[in-house]
Structures are given as structure tokens and as C-alpha cells.
């Protein structure tokens, strides 16, 4: 498999979590939407990421999608997500809120400082105790 995207995208991130939680070996290429749509193209010609190709050739977009077809390969005992039911949307609804546009992103830089950390504005880090 060939996981196509950066890991400053929130979406590709999740993926390439699920891919080391299942155990999955992936192969990385770390090309942007925005200096390597070129080679971005002839595996998505929506020059969007995630982009995950699949072994035998074919390729999945969208990062919900990647998911439920990882759970899907998983099988019902190991999958992250439940096949159905309140369980599944209740599931649903936690991943859509953590991709959100509307949730403020944790390397922003309108990010505010705890007391204990002020690297605020452009030098906000990845560091989770120092955002909100």
C-alpha cells in the first residue's frame, strides 16, 4: 500500500494512525497538494490527500473512506469502528468532529497559551499543553 499525503494534513494523519494500529506496512510519500499535484494526479486526479493505494491497484480517497475500508479488512473483532447501530454513528460523530473545519486546530496560530507555556502565534507547537 501507498499512503499518499502529508502529515500536516489532519485527515492523512488519521490514516496513517489507523494503518500503524491495524499493523498495516505502507509505504510513504509525503507529497502536497500544493507543490506535488502533479504527481499527486495520476492516482487522484482530484489532487487531494489522503490517497491510499491499494496493492492490487486500485485507490481509495477520502480519509472516512480509508477508514471503513480498513475496518473492513480488519474484520468485525478488530475493527475501530462498529459495523452498525448506535455504536457506529456514535463513532461517526466523533471522527467528524475531530476532522472538523470548524474545530479549532491545535497548531493555529491564533492558538492561546497556558500559563505555564507561552509559545503563542506562529511558534505554536505541537505540543498539546500548549494550546487550548
Known sequence: ?????????????????ALKLYGVEYE???????????????????????????????VLIESAMILDYLDEQAGDARAMIASSGTERREALKVCARWVSPTRPSRLSTNACCTSKNRRCGSNAVRDRSSVC
Not at 500500500?1 to 494512525?17: C, E, H, K, Y
Not at 506535488?36 to 482530484?46: H, M, Q, R, S, T
Open 1 to 17: 500500500m501507498i499512503l499518499i499525503g502529508q502529515f500536516d494534513s489532519p485527515f492523512a494523519r488519521r490514516v496513517a494512525i
Open 28 to 58: 510513504h510519500r509525503p507529497w502536497s497538494i500544493f507543490s506535488d499535484a502533479d504527481k499527486i494526479a495520476p492516482f487522484n486526479p482530484l489532487c487531494r490527500v489522503p490517497t491510499l493505494v491499494l496493492d492490487f491497484g486500485d
